[in-house]
């Protein structure tokens, strides 16, 4: 098993930024290949965001958050963050982390095995 918590989240003003950390832990967390962040807005399907290649470090990132949103991982420490700048409302969303034991050529949130509960990322205009 593996848990993850994610921490991070709050209330801020377009153009701020914002870090979002997800800590993993459990039993089975050596064996975790793939993680990634995903969000939903109210009212609207989890979408992903972005996501990392556990061993080799190589990132996936969203059309959306390109160029504003940066995904990297501590492998120490089991930590994944997620850096998003120039933030817009359009960005507001509970966000979750997820991992899975799976390398996956395309990350997708149907392939994750493992979710946290989610962090309140709200952006005002």
């Known amino acids: 098993q593996v848990q993850l918590v994610e921490s991070g989240g709050g209330l801020v003003q377009a153009g701020d930024s914002l870090r979002l950390s997800c800590a993993a832990s459990?039993?089975?967390?050596?064996?975790?290949?793939?993680m990634g962040w995903f969000r939903q807005a109210p009212g609207k399907e989890r979408e992903f965001v972005a996501g990392?290649?556990?061993?080799?470090?190589?990132?996936e990132l969203a059309d959306s958050v390109k160029g504003r949103f940066t995904i990297s991982r501590d492998r120490a420490k089991n930590t994944l963050l997620l850096q998003m700048n120039s933030l817009k409302p359009d960005d507001t969303a509970v966000y979750y982390c997820?991992?899975?034991?799976?390398?996956?050529?395309?990350?997708?949130?149907?392939?994750?095995?493992?979710w946290g509960k989610g962090t309140l990322v709200t952006v005002s205009s």
């Open positions: 997820a991992a899975a034991p799976t390398f996956m050529a395309t990350i997708s949130s149907r392939a994750m095995l493992y």
């Open positions: 990392v290649t556990w061993i080799t470090g190589t990132t």
């Open positions: 459990g039993r089975s967390v050596s064996s975790i290949n793939t």
